[in-house]
């Protein structure tokens, strides 16, 4: 099992810049990829972006030069910085693990809201 905890979210003006950190607990070691999804009202969750074990990263068009995803293993945590906010990026953001069975699990997810 792993739990997920997520925190950094808030209300943020147009053009402001956000962080949101996950933090991971539990059988870390079988986690092979983690990432970022966010859903706002009325739309699908959808990936933002995601990291895997060797250190690749994965984004979505729509955030491509704005966020970016990082991770410290010291502290078995993963950063979404995202910058350049706009209006549309509001949603609930959720931090996802997946382990080496393709288990996933999931974060309690944390509010985003950027005013225009």
């Known amino acids: 099992q792993v739990q997920l905890v997520e925190s950094g979210g808030g209300l943020v003006q147009a053009g402001g810049s956000l962080r949101l950190s996950c933090a991971a607990s539990?059988?870390?070691?079988?986690?092979?990829?983690m990432g970022w999804y966010r859903q706002a009202p009325g739309m699908q969750r959808e990936l933002v972006a995601r990291?895997?074990?060797?250190?690749?990263?994965t984004y979505a068009d729509s955030v491509k030069g704005r966020f970016t995803i990082s991770r410290d293993n010291a502290k078995n945590t993963v950063y979404l910085e995202m910058n350049s906010l706009k209006p549309e990026d509001t949603a609930v953001y959720y931090c996802l693990a997946t382990d080496g069975s393709s288990l996933d699990y999931w974060g309690q997810g944390t509010q985003v809201t950027v005013s225009s």
């Open positions: 990291i895997i074990s060797g250190g690749s990263t």
């Open positions: 539990g059988s870390i070691f079988s986690i092979n990829a």
